[in-house]
């Protein structure tokens, strides 16, 4: 059963950071572009970044470069979002997905979702 398990949300105050972490098992995600995606309440889903299946390319949107950054170990099959200068506008729920590269993983579809991590940006 491939799954996709997120931890490391919470609460944490404008211009805070916060690592997101998410481990993958039931197949060989190694060989898997992975990334983030979030959705605030009442708005849609949303990119946020992504990582090549070795590392060597990232993806990452807009409205968080220069703030956020991708990063995975394969051999932990983990992949991390390291948030940095927080704002409540990035609160939302975060979403660790799986595609077969960055460009499926960024333009969909999807082909595996974690259940998501609540982060919650205080002002």
């Known amino acids: 059963q491939a799954q996709l398990v997120e931890s490391g949300g919470g609460l944490v105050q404008a211009g805070g950071s916060l690592r997101l972490s998410c481990v993958a098992s039931g197949r060989t995600f190694s060989s898997y572009a992975m990334g983030w995606f979030r959705q605030a309440p009442g708005g849609e889903r949303e990119f946020v970044a992504a990582i090549s299946n070795r590392g060597g390319t990232t993806v990452i949107a807009d409205s968080v470069k220069g703030r956020f950054t991708i990063s995975r170990d394969n051999a932990k099959i983990t992949v991390y979002l390291q948030m940095n200068s927080l704002k409540p506008e990035d609160t939302a729920v975060y979403y660790c997905?799986?595609?077969?590269?960055?460009?499926?993983?960024?333009?969909?579809?999807?082909?595996?979702w974690g259940q998501g991590t609540q982060v919650t940006v205080s002002s």
């Open positions: 997905a799986a595609s077969v590269n960055t460009g499926k993983l960024k333009a969909g579809p999807v082909e595996y």
